[in-house]
């Protein structure tokens, strides 16, 4: 039985060393932004400006195209936020996490209400997407009800609607 013990906390420890996590992604651009980039060099103006023209003539085609995406850093947490709640796998977008260690709760007020079984779902405002509830309210919930749901341990969501008792969630849609 001590082996046992041993072996697990072993096993514990190997597992939470930073040497067990994945190394992060390098940050890559596009070519066409490294191009574009790379006129600053050039040090006749002329050949300069010329460059920068056709780079960014080429950036706004590939834009036209849908083969360049553009993003704020304020749609990156808006787009990071529509997704609290879904299991994502561990991927970075062009060196961007978008599972987002930061985000970690969500408040929103209740648009909509129907019994799930003995629990309810809700589908929230601010693009919150639709969460039932796992484990029975003491009082059942209302449209326009605040609800607040945080990352609880092990991947599962807990929460409160309105005043209730803390219950576990689940993101549906």
């Known amino acids: ?14 597992l939470a060393s930073p040497a067990a996590a994945a190394p992060d992604e ?12 790379d006129c600053r ?7 300069r400006l010329t460059c920068f023209d056709a780079q ?3 950036v706004a085609a590939a834009q036209k195209k849908g083969d360049v ?15 609290f709640g879904f299991s ?11 599972d987002d260690p930061g985000i970690d709760k969500l408040e929103a007020g209740i648009l909509a209400v ?3 079984g003995y629990y309810w779902s809700v589908v929230l405002d601010k693009d919150s997407g639709t969460w039932e509830t796992t484990e029975a309210l003491n009082r059942q919930p209302a449209k326009g009800d605040k609800v607040v749901i945080k990352k609880a341990m092990l991947g599962g969501y807990l929460g409160t609607i309105g005043n209730s008792n803390l219950v576990r969630f689940k993101r549906i849609l």
Do not use: C, N, W, Y
């Open 56 to 58: 960014s003539e080429a």
């Open 69 to 83: 995406v553009v993003l704020s850093r304020q749609d990156l947490k808006e787009t990071r936020r529509t997704l």
């Open 41 to 47: 060099s050039i040090d006749d103006s002329s050949k």
């Open 114 to 116: 129907r019994p799930a």
């Open 88 to 98: 994502l796998p561990k991927f970075s977008l062009r060196g961007v996490r978008m």
């Open 26 to 37: 390098p940050a890559i651009r596009s070519e066409l932004f490294d191009k574009l980039l």
């Open 1 to 14: 039985m001590a082996s046992v013990r041993k072996t697990t906390l072993l096993m514990a420890a190997l």
